[in-house]
């Protein structure tokens, strides 16, 4: 069984690019959601997809934004990036849209300079 | 608001002493409670859940809705206990999302 993975692991972007992440879920699962985790806070989440569709939205504005593939992956994009992005972004699956344990990925570390 | 409190950035406990993590919740509805543990340059990973009663790695965590808690005990800390671990809720019922609303984390610190 193939667990969660995130690419890239880390990267450095300027004020006002735009970025993509990558998230490929776990064998099985078909439900994808996203979570900021600032330094030394918990993560928060951002959104979440079941199915190609998004499930529920945090408190985020909508220059994030996201997307499910048919094979359950999922993608992250932030536009004009602000300072406060800066954070480690987390992607977890799980085979639910609800209550199911959902299963972390390693994250990626982003950095906006 | 849904909220979830540990008041404690850091526990440090000697090696066989009791551990006991706190969580308090603030919650409307019927909600579903988790740690998880993050262990040095690993994943957060869930430890356990409300629902499941089970005990993992000698760790029990006992939902009380009176008092809105969820602590987390052990009786005897172990060294690779050491990590960081994180109080969750996520809400029950059709319209919820399954979202999960992290607290800001205990790092627990086991010494010889």
């Known amino acids: 069984e193939t667990g969660v993975t995130q690419s890239p692991t880390h990267l450095i972007k300027t004020r006002g690019q735009q970025v993509t992440l990558r998230c490929s879920s776990q064998s099985g699962h078909n439900t994808v959601s996203w979570y900021q985790q600032a330094l030394g806070q918990g993560p928060q989440f951002i959104f979440q997809?079941?199915?190609?569709?998004?499930?529920g939205r945090g408190n985020f504005p909508p220059r994030f934004s996201g997307l499910q593939f048919p094979n359950y992956s999922s993608e992250l994009n932030v536009n004009a990036l602000e300072l406060d992005d800066s954070a480690l972004y987390l992607c977890?699956?799980?085979?639910?849209?609800?209550?199911?344990?959902?299963?972390f990925g390693p994250g990626t570390r982003l950095l906006v300079l | 608001a849904q909220r979830v409190t540990q008041p404690e950035k850091l526990l440090s406990v000697f090696k066989g002493a009791p551990v006991e993590l706190k969580c308090n919740y603030s919650?409307?509805?019927?909600?579903?409670l988790f740690w998880y543990v993050q262990y040095s340059r690993q994943r957060l990973q869930l430890l356990l859940r409300?629902?499941s009663r089970e005990s993992i790695k000698g760790f029990t965590a006992d939902l009380n809705k009176g008092e809105t808690s969820f602590h987390l005990k052990k009786p005897f800390a172990q060294e690779e206990d050491s990590a960081m671990y994180y109080c969750a809720l996520s809400g029950l019922g059709s319209s919820n999302t399954g979202k999960l609303i992290f607290g800001q984390g205990t790092t627990l610190q086991v010494k010889p």
């Open positions: 919650y409307s509805g019927s909600p579903e």
């Open positions: 997809y079941y199915r190609e569709e998004e499930n």
């Open positions: 409300h629902i």
């Open positions: 977890a699956s799980s085979s639910g849209r609800s209550q199911e344990t959902q299963y």
